[in-house]
């Protein structure tokens, strides 16, 4: 999920009010922007839709590295299109959070200098064409896993750009699974790459759904709001059983020797992904943190001209429309 | 100067055809075929060496509606490419595909203009490429729907269709990068200077296009200049940029004789291809 350990912020509104406004939610109401609503949750909502909103920007940039070397015109249209939907998901976030009262700028202000996250996956490199298979299937897929849920979430905004970006997610995953199928039915070679875009990218996927919450307060306060349905493990489980039939039907292997099914559960049992490597990726310490950032905040300063021109260019029309006026 | 050593291959002619299929254009020269492959080639390998240089800004343009925008025009002129390159192996008839033609063939069977395959350097120089780009390709779509060949007067209808829309925006934010601030203007008059010596190459002919102009299959480059001398002119009136004076022109592009800039730009776009001969993807 793009995104991961947002906190709920505390609240100290009117008892009264609170209780009115926990009633509409339990109801399944929309609180829509104009709405009285706790501070904490305009807060919590805030990071969490911000937070998703720069995981579809910095989400470009691994795939982008391909769009470039695409083996074929139509790979290249569809992985274009892929990433052109990706930015579109952005500006319908950003949008969502800007009826919370928070601009896109300062939200882009607060990515650029680290006050806001952007999910772990993305400091993950694409070293070969698999690896744009493999982001599809795994990082859409996981993507999906949390996102259609929260097409029911409380806040209206949220739940609508939800709605709109899960059809196109969930072709990302199927187009992703489809050059998956390609290399892992092709050349020797592009098996091997298939295999190792598996090897590497499963375990930072199981991340993206962040560390077990199931005794966490702020998921307790998130999921009574109705802004997280699931818990971090349930979605885990629900991805890893959807995933690894499709692994198998590729003929890979999925890099954990405790995958096993458990018919008691219903589920897979499977390793946890090294948590240590999470906080670090998290703390900055992922193999391509820096890089994405720096090529956010050069693409954000090297822009710089072109927005302050654009502005400079509309206030000179209105200028000229108020003197002929 | 000691004399080069003879180095005799014996299976030469074996290996060449083993390196892979019909990489060689094969048509005679001067024939009705390779003319109109080489036509068709021309504005396949425009809009497929453009589409890739506007693909280069792929989440790093100056705003996010610019980023969706860039994608937008890429990928119609990657569409755009699909059709042009897959009629031009048709009329070859050796069996090429549009991908053959576009990932494995070297740069000097590339037949596009110098003007689209010069970098992207920033995006005031990205949007005047394509502005004085697509002032000259609306009018050349346009003449080519009146083809004598249906199938081209198709593709040229449908890419029409995108192109006018590119136009539009290439041309406003022309207008609005030149007419904005200092710096802005500094930029786009930079720019225009850089790539004005590119332009001239749209309206020369070489002999294939007389024959093809005579065959009407296209039009006579020429002829569509009076429609982007008018486009320019307004345009830049409003950006508050003069039209340079010199009517120099660099060219070569349209025969094959490129900038270094080409080998580069090929060099990652056709790397899986030849990396990985055969493979499908
Ligand atoms: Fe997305
Ligand atoms: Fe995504
Ligand atoms: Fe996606």
Redesign the interface.
């Known amino acids: 999920m793009y995104a991961q350990m947002v906190k709920s912020e505390a609240t100290n509104d009117d008892p009264a009010l609170l209780e009115a406004f926990q009633a509409r939610v339990d109801a399944n109401e929309k609180i829509e922007p104009k709405e009285w609503m706790p501070e904490g949750y305009r807060k919590t909502l805030i990071r969490q839709i911000g937070q998703h909103a720069h995981s579809e920007?910095v989400g470009?940039?691994p795939e982008?590295n391909w769009?470039?070397?695409?083996?074929?015109?139509?790979?290249?249209?569809i992985l274009?299109?892929k990433?052109?939907d990706e930015?579109?998901h952005?500006?319908y976030l950003?949008c969502a959070a800007e009826t919370l009262g928070i601009s896109?700028d300062e939200m882009t202000e607060m990515l650029l200098s680290g006050r806001m996250k952007y999910s772990s996956i993305f400091n993950y490199p694409t070293l070969t064409?698999a690896d744009i298979g493999a982001v599809g299937w795994l990082v859409d897929g996981a993507a999906i896993m949390n996102q259609v849920p929260l097409q029911r979430t409380s806040f209206g905004p949220y739940s609508r750009a939800m709605i709109r970006i899960c059809k196109e997610e969930s072709f990302h995953q199927r187009q992703g699974y489809d050059?998956m199928m390609?290399m892992a039915k092709?050349?020797p070679?592009?098996k091997e790459m298939a295999q190792d875009a598996l090897n590497r990218f499963w375990y930072p996927s199981l991340m993206m759904f962040g560390p077990s919450d199931k005794d966490s307060v702020h998921s307790a306060q998130s999921m009574a709001w109705k802004i997280k349905i699931n818990t971090n493990d349930e979605l885990r489980q629900k991805f890893v059983d959807q995933t690894v039939p499709q692994a198998e039907y590729l003929g890979l292997t999925v890099p954990d020797p405790e995958l096993k099914w458990n018919e008691e559960k219903g589920g897979h049992d499977f390793s946890e992904p090294d948590w240590s490597e999470f906080y670090d990726v998290l703390q900055g310490n992922g193999p391509c943190n820096r890089d994405r950032i720096e090529?956010r905040q050069?693409?954000?300063e090297?822009?710089?001209?072109?927005?302050?021109?654009?502005v400079?260019?509309?206030e000179?029309r209105a200028a000229k429309r108020i003197a002929t006026e | 100067m000691p004399s080069l050593p003879d180095i005799m291959t014996p299976d030469a002619e074996a290996l060449a055809k083993a390196a892979g299929k019909g990489r060689r254009v094969t048509l005679p020269a001067g024939s009705p075929e390779h003319d109109l492959f080489t036509g068709l080639t021309r504005m396949g390998d425009n809009t497929l060496i453009l589409g890739h240089r506007v693909s280069e800004w792929c989440g790093h343009a100056p705003v996010l509606e610019e980023d969706i925008a860039l994608a937008n025009v890429a990928l119609d002129m990657i569409g755009q490419t699909q059709l042009w390159l897959g009629l031009a192996g048709t009329v070859e008839g050796h069996g090429r595909s549009a991908d053959d033609l576009a990932f494995l063939r070297d740069a000097w069977h590339f037949r596009n203009l110098l003007l689209v395959e010069r970098p992207n350097r920033d995006f005031g120089h990205t949007l005047m490429r394509q502005f004085l780009f697509d002032a000259w390709h609306q009018p050349m779509l346009k003449a080519l729907e009146g083809s004598s060949d249906d199938r081209i007067g198709e593709i040229a209808l449908k890419a029409g269709k995108e192109v006018a829309y590119h136009l539009e925006r290439s041309a406003d934010l022309v207008i609005r990068l030149g007419d904005g601030t200092e710096e802005s203007h500094a930029k786009m008059k930079d720019a225009l200077e850089r790539l004005w010596p590119y332009a001239g190459e749209m309206f020369l002919a070489d002999e294939v296009d007389v024959r093809l102009a005579h065959e009407g299959l296209m039009p006579d480059p020429a002829g569509i200049r009076p429609a982007w001398d008018e486009t320019v002119a307004e345009i830049l009136a409003e950006a508050t940029l003069n039209r340079p004076d010199s009517d120099f022109a660099h060219k070569g592009g349209k025969q094959g004789r490129h900038t270094e800039d080409l080998g580069h730009l090929l060099t990652s776009m056709q790397w899986l291809q030849r990396a990985y001969p055969g493979a499908t993807w």
Do not use: C, F, N, S
Not at chain 1, 71 to 77: D, F, I, V
Not at chain 1, 302 to 310: E, K, P
């Open positions: 920007i470009q940039l982008g769009i470039t070397r695409a083996p074929t015109l139509e790979r290249k249209a274009l299109a990433v052109q930015a579109g952005g500006l950003y896109r064409w050059i390609k092709g050349t070679e592009q090529a050069k693409a954000w090297d822009g710089a001209w072109v927005r302050d021109a654009m400079a260019h509309a000179k």
